[in-house]
């Protein structure tokens, strides 16, 4: 079946480092694809999305690009900072199937 | 409402007890979606609805775990019989429409209910 498969964490960065969390996904049709973030004591939220390939998502200066080459969809970020500091989750949708996630990358930024 | 909102937002009960959680969608979202995620884990699908169908409940683990939308709005999952393996958060989401893969339909998630059995 689909799935997704997302870097271990966590991740600890210093304030203004580049980020990179890796995602690739396996799936049986076109599936698309999306980041969520689930900041400490909320839901999760959606951040950015893509819906085939080549495309780019981005939010808040985070960005993704659809590689159906590669299957992958790594989240991208110049420079965190603090209040980035999250869980974050990479997740498909195929064949108007519901989400499937993957298991979640927790980021801590240090100042 | 403004945002999906779960209830209760944290339960401790006892092994064999029933639980029932509740979920209160965005108003006008057709579909509701209910996840379970354990610790350390993503969200692992349970079922959804559009209006007030049931459309996929292969994600119930077994038949302990129900879940209802009876009037198209308020859904509530029910756990009969609770065992020590079903704590975990259970998260309740909504959208628009479905379907979602077009990507044109952007799944709310509420904040939660986490359950915990002892």
């Known amino acids: 079946g689909d799935s997704v498969t997302q870097m271990e964490g966590p991740v600890t960065l210093s304030e203004e480092a580049f980020l990179t969390i890796n995602c690739t996904y396996t799936a049986t049709g076109y599936p698309s694809l999306f980041w969520y973030v689930q900041y400490p004591g909320e839901g999760l939220q959606l951040l950015l999305k893509?819906?085939?390939?080549?495309d780019k998502g981005s939010n808040k200066g985070f960005e993704a690009t659809y590689r159906k080459e590669t299957t992958s969809f790594h989240l991208e970020k110049g420079s965190v900072q603090v209040s980035d500091s999250a869980v974050y989750f990479c997740?498909?949708?195929?064949?108007?199937?519901?989400?499937?996630f993957g298991k979640g990358t927790r980021l801590s930024v240090i100042a | 409402g403004a945002g999906v909102s779960q209830s209760p937002r944290y339960k401790v009960t006892k092994r064999g007890q029933d639980v029932a959680l509740r979920c209160d969608p965005i108003?006008?979202?057709?579909?509701l979606y209910w996840y379970r995620q354990a610790l350390g884990q993503g969200p692992e699908f349970l079922t959804y609805?559009?209006?007030?169908?049931?459309?996929?409940k292969s994600g119930l683990p077994n038949d302990r775990f129900s879940a209802e939308r009876p009037e198209g709005s308020i859904s509530t999952l029910t756990i009969q019989r609770t065992e020590q393996r079903d704590s975990a958060m259970y998260r309740c989401?909504?959208?628009?429409?479905?379907?979602?893969?077009?990507?044109?339909?952007?799944?709310?998630f509420g904040a939660g209910s986490r359950l915990t059995v002892l």
């Open positions: 997740a498909l949708s195929d064949q108007d199937t519901p989400l499937v």
């Open positions: 108003s006008g979202h057709v579909s």
């Open positions: 893509a819906t085939k390939a080549d």
């Open positions: 609805f559009n209006y007030e169908a049931q459309q996929d």
């Open positions: 989401a909504s959208s628009l429409r479905g379907p979602i893969s077009s990507g044109a339909n952007v799944l709310t």
